[in-house]
């Protein structure tokens, strides 16, 4: 089983819809949960942290579900400038290496 | 806003070349790091780097890879006899106390001919 899985999409949305993203992933040990956001070729940037009380960031909410071994992103109001592969990354308790998942692409529409 | 900065973009090397990828990390981060990503594959980890030494490494990071700090700005990661599957992204990140909280650079893209 892979440690961290996506779906890889892609996700194909027009301007304004909500869109959200799943990932699982597979250490029950894992204590630190990500999104990162990467455009076509570029750096991976740190979208949002993501809590166990869950957080927004304006159009953006992060979910986590320990027990189900989860965490979900969604995207409200979807812009153009969205469009960018999405990146799940899990940290386990007592180290700093974190597991990146392959991401899921989305592509927001005119 | 301060940033990473790696160089070169982009490096063309041949098979059993050693090469150097070169990194500015954030002026007053104290944690650094190596990763790597494949063309249409995942980020992976290589290597972490604290106080002048590797505080974690991953599998990929075998003995062909080395890191190091020469100075009080470059962070730069070598690689001894490079293999055609060494061809990849290379992303350096660093990091003030908040380990999950990194910053990376763009990337040097390696291409192992």
């Known amino acids: 089983r892979k440690e961290v899985e996506q779906d890889p999409g892609p996700f194909n949305v027009p301007e304004g819809a909500t869109v959200a993203f799943n990932c699982t992933y597979s250490n029950s040990a894992s204590q630190s949960f990500f999104w990162y956001r990467q455009d076509c070729r570029k750096e991976p940037k740190l979208l949002m942290s993501?809590?166990?009380s869950g957080n927004e960031d304006g159009r953006f909410t992060a979910q986590l579900n320990r027990a189900s071994q989860y965490i979900s992103l969604l995207i409200r109001d979807s812009k153009l400038s969205d469009s960018a592969t999405y990146l799940c990354?899990?940290?386990?308790?007592?180290?700093?290496?974190?597991?990146f998942g392959r991401g899921t692409s989305l592509i927001v529409h005119p | 806003e301060p940033e990473v900065t790696q160089t070169p973009s982009h490096q063309v090397t041949q098979m059993g070349q050693e090469v150097i990828l070169r990194c500015v990390p954030i002026?007053?981060?104290?944690?650094f790091y190596w990763y790597r990503q494949i063309l249409g594959q995942k980020v992976e980890f290589l290597v972490s780097?604290?106080?002048?030494?590797?505080?974690?490494k991953s599998e990929i990071f075998d003995d062909q890879f080395s890191v190091e700090r020469p100075d009080g700005s470059n962070f730069t990661l070598k690689i001894r006899s490079t293999k055609l599957e060494d061809s990849a992204m290379y992303f350096c990140?660093?990091?003030?106390?908040?380990?999950?909280?990194?910053?990376f650079g763009p990337g040097t893209r390696l291409t192992v001919l």
């Open positions: 002026s007053n981060h104290l944690y």
């Open positions: 990140a660093s990091s003030g106390a908040d380990h999950n909280e990194q910053f």
């Open positions: 780097f604290y106080n002048n030494e590797i505080s974690e």
């Open positions: 990354v899990v940290t386990p308790g007592g180290s700093y290496i974190p597991t």
């Open positions: 993501v809590y166990s």
